[in-house]
């Protein structure tokens, strides 16, 4: 029989965000004890956690004082000093997914060419060098200009329909690919263990509000032909074995008319789109990045209701203290689940908190999701 000893393990997050707050909780479940490196003092992550050391990411002091105290190291956001990660690993260090996978996605640029790589199908790009405007005419308008680094949230994606539109490019090392006329987003989770076993999630529906690029309404299952759902599956477990990582990974897919599927992106981490499987599914994604990087046997990923979620963004206009407006009506409703991040500040669309509704019925779940939406509202107290 094998045996544990409490704590199970002590896992060291880099980050401490949304994401890293409910892998902390999830993490206290299954009996292991966290450590949270995030520059803000009483980050998201850090308050449950108990235990949080305050620093950059790109620190390599405190990314150091973090591994070394821990038994094994991850992360909820992608842009880390992964030199000194990959040369703690060099040292003995457990950190998954591995610093160097984390190198090649943190830059878009190199994510794509490796998807390119291993025959992944994605849209068109090529690096943009030189003179930008003469780059992205030859390339051809409409494009998707991506900065390499450091974009979240859409902060480093500037979509040129034509020529006119140039002067809203990024003035950033970037690529430039294909517009995709896309049907639908969609996304995979997928979960690679230690010994290379997967598992998948079921494929979901993600609508972006237009001209703002953060998730707007999450639909699981997708509204999509169930053969599609199983080549968008195939293609993301593909997606991950190619790319060879332990922990779970969100795969964003394009679906477009003709019904064919491109990878828009991999996140190595968990994802936003995963946020239902906390109520929705068996094993929800924060745990099963932690049965993954602890080398735990996987756990089943069946959806026991369908879900609809949305985030909760900052009120525009509003700073400071939050103030949750709504929230009872919003709780009157059967199926609303709530999860607040525990943000000392907001600010305009700063991601807040998200709501899960679950209803046997998908459309009733959505329905229930876009008024909670109207509902409810992230106010500031520095409103002026
Ligand atoms: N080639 C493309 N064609 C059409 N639309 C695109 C393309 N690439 C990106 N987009 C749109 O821009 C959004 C953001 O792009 P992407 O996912 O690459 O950036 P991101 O900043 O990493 O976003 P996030 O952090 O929200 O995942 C996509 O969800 C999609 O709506
Ligand atoms: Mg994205």
């Known amino acids: 029989m094998d045996a544990y000893p409490y704590p199970v393990a002590r896992i060291g997050i880099i980050g401490g965000g949304q994401l890293g707050r409910m892998m902390v909780k999830a993490a206290k479940r299954l009996g292991c004890t966290c450590v949270v490196l995030d520059p803000t003092p009483g980050s998201p992550a850090g308050q449950v956690a108990g235990h949080q050391i305050v620093g950059a990411y790109h620190d390599p002091a405190r990314l150091r004082e973090l591994a070394e105290s821990c038994d094994v190291t991850t992360f909820d956001i992608e842009d880390i000093d992964t030199d000194t990660l990959v040369e703690l690993e060099r040292e003995g260090r457990s950190i998954h997914p591995s ?8 830059d878009k640029l190199r994510q794509k060419r490796l998807l390119a790589a291993a025959g992944i199908p994605t849209a068109g790009f090529v690096e943009v060098e030189g003179d930008k405007r003469a780059a992205f ?10 900065a390499r680094r450091g974009g979240y949230d859409g902060r480093g994606v500037a979509v040129l329909k034509s020529e006119a539109d140039f002067d809203a490019y990024l003035p950033v090392p970037s690529l430039v690919e294909r517009f995709v006329p896309a049907e639908k987003e969609l996304a995979v989770l997928v979960a690679r263990g230690r010994d290379g076993d997967t598992r998948c999630y079921p494929v979901v529906e993600m609508r972006f509000r237009p001209g703002q690029n953060v998730l707007d309404l999450l639909l699981a299952p997708a509204q999509i032909p169930p053969e599609i759902a199983v080549a ?10 190619a790319l060879g990582g332990v922990g779970i990974f969100g795969i964003e897919l394009f679906l477009t008319a003709d019904g064919s599927l491109l990878v828009n992106e991999v996140a190595p981490r968990t994802h936003n789109s995963g946020h239902y499987t906390i109520e929705a599914c068996i094993t929800d994604q924060f745990e099963q990045h932690l049965r993954a990087i602890l080398g735990l046997p996987l756990g089943a990923t069946d959806l026991l209701c369908p879900a609809a979620m949305i985030n909760l963004l900052g009120a525009p206009g509003h700073g400071g203290r939050p103030i949750i407006r709504g929230m009872a009506a919003a709780l009157a409703i059967p199926g609303v689940c709530l999860h607040i991040y525990g943000k000392a500040a907001t600010t305009p669309f700063r991601k807040m908190g998200h709501v899960t509704v679950l209803d046997r019925d998908l459309d009733a779940a959505r ?17 002026p």
């Open 99 to 106: 610093p160097r996978l984390l190198a090649d996605i943190q």
């Open 137 to 146: 005419s030859r390339f051809g308008y409409p494009l998707v200009q991506k």
């Open 232 to 241: 968008a599956r195939e293609l993301a477990v593909r997606t991950v074995h």
């Open 367 to 383: 329905e229930k999701a876009e008024r909670v939406l109207a509902l409810l509202e992230i106010t500031g107290e520095d409103h």
